[in-house]
């Protein structure tokens, strides 16, 4: 008989036995420990979820500020950049303004300069040319030419008003100086009666005429009273066109200044005078 | 000749007697039971484990799918029953290698010891998931005629299921026996792991069968309990063919 009921019972109480045992000490600890650890790695990973939510959240914040922070630096920067942008166009401005200011300074005083110098230019090219011409009739004056400015005088008195005559002798007789024949030559007697006739014409002749010789005359003839003086000699002419070229040119300069523009010096115009122009004074 | 460890008596007073079955049955619960508790008392829910507890978890979760699939049913209930069926024979197998010991799976009244505890608890599992008349009923499914031919089946595969075992390890020990006498050196080492292979195997479909037996028991209440047309309908003909092909 293969089958040993007494063993089969046996072993059956053994295998319960066993079933016990290994669920006392094999399933339930294991079990258990499987259960716990399972437990923890599911409350870990919650837990790890949880956190990484939070940081998550944190990060998604931290971005925002960032954005923020890096748009307000645009801000910033934009705004530093247009201001530096208006600072160099006005210190610019201000550079050309005042680069403007000297240029036109120095323009001013270069004009200035120029004018002056100009000014000096001409007064002494009118100088010297009055110089030359003084020079030049004093080379050429001499006692024939005097005679004839002398006839030309006698003519240009006797052509004179009378009143004009009258009035000087009357100053003359008037005042206590006697009246001064002055000449650049010494007159001869002709001359003289010629110049006496042509002046007391119709008049009564109040004195006798002091003569007197005054090489600044250059040539011609002049006479004066007190207060009175009929003159017709080169000195004058020379004088009246000096004077005349110095008030035309200080009038040109005038006239450029006025204008602006830094005109090139105009050539001189020396105008002659004619005798008719003499002056009567 | 000795056809198993049952004539092997060391110990005789009448009918008790203390023979090679059960002493290297006392052989393997020691082991088992000491090997766990030294194991278990240490056990921590720690992230890192010993490689004891690395080993019996992973035995233990082994076990845990295996009735987990074949019953589609939570595991914990049956597994102190099936996880010892399968770790006893197991056990006892494993150890055939080690000369001297008498496997008492080689034993035709230890097969039936634990045919006879398969054969009572599916009924136990049975009754106690959905009582006495749910499950009586079954007997008489699809027909009353088919009562008899329910209760023959029951039996027979109690019977099966332990002449498999025994025969499959008598037949082992036999061999390497036979071969010894024949050729002592090289074939009993190949026979002896092969015989290694067989006992594994032999382990794995004895619990499976006893818990297709048990989930069968237990599920019809669950397949009557559920609506129509759930997916565990077809679950009963999964295991009859499961049982079928193992057997």
Sequence with gaps: MLIDWFTVVAQIVNFLILVWLLRRLLYGPVLRAMQAREARIAAQSAEALAAKQVAEQEAAEL????????????????????????????LVAQARRELDEARAGWYRGLQAEREAFLRELRRRLGS?????????????????????????????????????RARLVASARKGTRPIFVRSAFPLDDAARRALE????????????????????????????????????????YLAALERD?????????????????????????????????SHAG | ?????????????????????????????????????????????????????????????????????????????????????????????????????QAPTGSLSTTTALALCVFVAVPIYGISQQGWRAYLRQYLQPSVFMLPFNIIGELSRTLALAVRLFGNVMSGTMIVGVLISIAPLFFPV????????????????FA?????????????????AEAPGETHAGAPATTGLHSSKES
């Design chain 1, 63 to 90: 971005r925002r500020l960032q954005a923020q922070l890096e748009e307000s630096r645009d801000q910033v920067l934009a705004a530093a950049r247009q201001e530096a942008e208006e600072r160099r166009k006005e």
């Design chain 1, 128 to 164: 010297q040319l009055c110089a030359i011409s003084r020079q030049a009739l004093a080379d050429l004056a001499d006692a024939e030419l005097e005679a004839r400015a002398v006839a030309l005088f006698v003519r240009r008195l006797a052509a004179l008003e009378a009143d004009e």
């Design chain 1, 197 to 236: 006739d042509a002046l007391f014409a119709g008049l009564d002749k109040p004195n006798k005429l002091t003569y007197e010789q005054d090489p600044a005359l250059l040539c011609g003839v002049e006479i004066s009273t007190q207060d009175h003086k009929i003159a017709w000699t080169m000195a004058d």
């Design chain 1, 245 to 277: 070229i110095l008030e035309h040119l200080e009038g040109e300069i005038e006239n450029g200044r006025r204008n602006g523009a830094l005109l090139p010096a105009p050539a001189l115009r020396v105008e002659t005078t004619t005798p008719e122009q």
């Design chain 2, 1 to 101: 000749m000795a056809i198993g460890p049952d004539e092997l008596i060391y110990w005789q007073w009448g009918v008790v007697k203390l023979n090679a079955t059960i002493v290297f049955t006392w052989v393997i619960m020691v082991i088992m039971a000491g090997g766990a508790w030294l194991i278990t008392r240490k056990v921590t829910d720690a992230p890192t484990i010993g490689r004891g507890q690395n080993m019996l978890e992973a035995i233990v979760v082994l076990v845990r799918d295996q009735i987990r699939e074949v019953s589609k049913q939570p595991p914990d209930r049956f597994l102190p029953f099936v996880g010892t069926l399968f770790l006893f024979i197991a056990m006892s197998n494993l150890l055939n290698i080690v000369p001297g010991f």
């Design chain 2, 190 to 205: 190949i026979m002896t792991a092969f015989g290694l292979l067989t006992g594994m195997i032999q382990a794995y479909i």
């Design chain 2, 208 to 224: 499976i069968l006893a818990m297709v037996y048990i989930a069968s028991a237990t599920r019809a209440h669950s397949d009557s």
